[in-house]
Nanobody
Framework: QVQVVESGGGLVQPGGSLNLSCAAS????????MAWYRQAPGKQRELVAS???????NYTDSVKGRFTISRDDAKNTMYLQMNSLKLEDTAVYYC????????WGQGTQVTVSS
């Protein structure tokens, strides 16, 4: 079973930036896409961005142009560079496969506040 550990969250002012990291372990099928999810207070978990084994990316409309997903296969690590952060980006951010096949980690808290 794939296991993940998220890190890099924190408190940031609107317009600021954060770079999240996701360290993965276990037997990850090479064809599986990887993804970042987030869950804001009072809302269900949503898919934020995904990346295929070939490097093809997808983003939810609300983060397009501001967030960039990437991965380093040699380090078994995925990243989410978040720029121009907004109040509505406040959430716990999780990483998993595109289909949620890995065990869910604790996530990393991102708080955007003035």
């Amino acid at each position: 079973q794939v296991q993940v550990v998220e890190s890099g969250g924190g408190l940031v002012q609107p317009g600021g930036s954060l770079n999240l990291s996701c360290a993965a372990s276990g037997n990850i099928p090479s064809t599986y896409p990887m993804a970042w999810y987030r869950q804001a207070p009072g809302k269900q978990r949503e898919l934020v961005a995904s990346i295929t084994n070939g490097g093809r990316t997808n983003y939810t409309d609300s983060v397009k142009g501001r967030f960039t997903i990437s991965r380093d296969d040699a380090k078994n690590t995925m990243y989410l560079q978040m720029n121009s952060l907004k109040l509505e980006d406040t959430a716990v951010y999780y990483c998993n496969t595109g289909g949620g096949k890995a065990s869910w980690g604790q996530g990393t808290q991102v708080t955007v506040s003035s």
